[in-house]
């Protein structure tokens, strides 16, 4: 079973010319791109993948390593600043928002900050947080790996 935001270990169900197609339980089968295949990769082999949401809403998966997964702090650098947010890099293709509702102070391009990385439930997308507080309460405090990564 695959879980957004998390890496997986999934299972290779079909190949086809633009990619492999893994076993994402419930998420249905998850396409890892051409890009990443190796040809060590073969049909029922289970491999360790990254699962986001593409531009287009889809599940799909990559064998790069971001440098934190959801429900993980990390310092991450800012690449741009769009009219829904700051967009920081954090390893994989797809960059990750910070929505300016979530920031403390204003982004700006090329720093790096703090940020927490969850599942927004409104959007089901993976988001990033300076709003620290909201995941991390007072009285019991979860065991978060911090990755910091400066470039």
Known sequence: MATLGKTNQLRIVKKVDFGLYLDGGPLGEILLPKRYISQEMNVEDVIPVFVYLDGEERYIATTDIPKAEVDQV???????????????????????????????????????????????????????????????????????RVSLFMV
Do not use: C, N
């Open 74 to 144: 990390a310092f991450l650098k800012v690449r741009s600043i769009e009219k829904v947010g700051a967009f920081l890099e954090w390893g994989i293709m797809k960059d990750v928002l910070v929505p300016f509702s979530e920031q403390k102070i204003k982004m700006e391009v090329g720093k790096y900050y703090v940020v927490f990385l969850y599942i927004d439930k409104i959007t089901d997308r993976i988001t990033a947080t300076m709003k620290l507080e909201k995941f991390i309460h007072k009285t019991t405090l979860p065991i978060i």
